[in-house]
């Protein structure tokens, strides 16, 4: 499989890692660790909503996704500084 096939794969709730990867490209460096972790959790899942080949619903979302995806986040941002 093609770099850009993996690329246009479906992400669900339970890919954290692709999630937060996203997220930091989106972002990038303007989200600093304790940004990432005082994000409302209302704003965090539209903005999951809002990626790419992301095909979740809203329903399927729960509290512990939502935590995976802002340690995800920190680690990935931790990783680029």
């Keep these: 499989?093609?770099?850009d096939?993996?690329?246009d794969l479906p992400i669900h709730w339970?890919?954290?890692e692709d999630i937060a990867m996203a997220?930091?490209?989106r972002?990038?460096?303007e989200m600093t660790e304790s940004k990432i972790y005082r994000i409302r959790f209302t704003e965090l899942?539209?903005?999951v909503?809002?990626?790419p080949h992301f095909v979740g619903s809203r329903a399927q979302c729960n509290e512990g996704h939502?935590?995976?995806i802002q340690a995800k986040w920190v680690y990935e941002w931790r990783d680029n500084q």
């Design 45 to 47: 899942i539209e903005w």
């Design 14 to 16: 339970a890919d954290h």
């Design 5 to 7: 096939q993996i690329n």
């Design 49 to 51: 909503l809002e990626l």
């Design 23 to 25: 997220l930091y490209e």
């Design 27 to 29: 972002f990038g460096d």
């Design 66 to 68: 939502l935590e995976q």
């Design 1 to 3: 499989m093609a770099f």
